[in-house]
């Protein structure tokens, strides 16, 4: 509770206003904090990474068909994401529930779509049933000057009570950077995914290998992500 303002959790008048506490400012630094070629952890998880979303259904998802396009459930916004990168943030109910941004730009698209509250655990996600295109999701589009356009989804899970990204960044054009609070999930689980385009990002090594193992790794939001990679 050193991590989080404020600290007593006697201070907290309902269970629910303790789940989405705040984290006590310094608590999280923000990797690169100055430098808009590095992306963040969004989110106090745990964390897969893929270089490309067939890999990810390889190793992580077993649905039918899922894909950034059923994701998104839009045929021309999920074709810019469908050969790239991909980073799965999964949140169980004692963790800390808010999420914040990868990158630092402007906000390119916002859509909110109701759904189901599946489980996202990974005995789930390997189902047959496509969890994450059915479930109750938010997601923004970032336009970034190093990274190319960035995808974030918010996606419920059970017993959450609401996923929403704050008024603030459902408006394009607004500036966004790095580290800052994008929403909150109300009480219970589930599950954040970044999309990058191709080409565009190079996830730090240490997830890249632990994930082609399927192994999720213990993340706080603003530790390294991965790094922008050179347009040719």
């Known amino acids: 509770m050193d991590d989080f303002e404020p600290s007593d959790t006697d201070a907290y008048p309902t269970f629910e206003v303790f789940f ?6 310094g608590s999280r630094p923000i990797f690169a904090e100055d430098d808009p070629s590095r992306a963040v952890v969004v989110a106090d998880s745990r964390a897969v990474v893929y270089e490309t979303v067939e890999q990810s259904k390889k190793l992580w998802i077993k649905g039918l068909d899922f894909s950034i396009t059923s994701l998104v459930m839009d045929t021309r ?3 810019q994401f469908e050969d790239g990168a991909v980073a799965s943030f999964r949140l169980s109910p004692q963790d800390y529930h808010r999420y ?8 390119k698209l916002f859509r909110s779509m109701p759904g189901d509250y599946y489980q996202v655990d990974p005995l789930a996600l390997r189902s047959d049933i496509d969890i994450l295109d059915r479930n ?5 589009v970032i ?14 899970a059970t017993d959450v009570g609401s996923v929403r990204i704050h008024d603030r960044w459902q408006t394009a054009g607004n500036e966004i950077q790095k580290g800052e609070e994008l929403g909150v999930f109300q009480f219970g ?11 565009r990002i190079l996830f730090d090594e240490d997830l890249l290998r632990l ?6 790794v213990d993340v706080e939001v603003g530790m390294s992500l991965g790094r922008a990679l050179p347009v040719h």
């Open 20 to 25: 989405v506490r705040a984290h006590k400012p």
């Open 77 to 79: 916004l999920g074709a």
């Open 100 to 107: 914040h941004s990868p990158v630092t730009g402007k906000i």
């Open 136 to 140: 109750a999701r938010d997601y923004i």
């Open 143 to 156: 336009e970034t000057e190093h990274l190319g356009d960035v995808l974030f989804v918010a996606i419920g």
């Open 189 to 199: 689980g589930s599950s954040i995914i970044v999309a990058f385009q191709s080409g």
């Open 211 to 216: 994930s082609k193992e399927a192994i999720a």
